[in-house]
Nanobody
Framework: EVKMAESGGGSVEAEGSLKLSCQVS????????VAWFRQAPGKERHLVAQ???????YYVSSVQGRFTISRDNNKNALILQMGALKPEDTALYYC??????????????????WGQGTQVTVSS
């Protein structure tokens, strides 16, 4: 069974940076369709960034140019490097994975495995 555990969240001021890590066990991160989602209080969970089976990267427009998603195959981890953070980036961030192709990458229901979430708080 695949297990995922996020770390690296915290509180930062606007324009600051954070690096989120998601440790994967039970399978190789290189073989999984992986993504980062986030959920603000009272709102639905939304896709932030995704790596598909062809290693194509996708970012939601609001984070394009500020966030970078990557795999660390040596550590078997998924990374989200976040820069130029804004207060609207405040949310609980989740890593997600699926063992096969995800036809609708933005749909949380498409992903079989989830971490427990890590809180990111950005103050103005």
């Amino acid at each position: 069974e695949v297990k995922m555990a996020e770390s690296g969240g915290g509180s930062v001021e606007a324009e600051g940076s954070l690096k989120l890590s998601c440790q994967v066990s039970g399978d190789r991160v290189a073989s999984l369709y992986v993504a980062w989602f986030r959920q603000a209080p009272g709102k639905e969970r939304h896709l932030v960034a995704q790596i598909n089976g062809y290693d194509d990267l996708y970012y939601v427009s609001s984070v394009q140019g500020r966030f970078t998603i990557s795999r660390d195959n040596n550590k078997n981890a998924l990374i989200l490097q976040m820069g130029a953070l804004k207060p609207e980036d405040t949310a609980l961030y989740y890593c997600a994975a699926n063992p096969s192709w995800v036809p609708q990458p933005a749909a949380a229901s498409e992903y079989k495995y989830w971490g427990q979430g890590t809180q990111v708080t950005v103050s103005s």
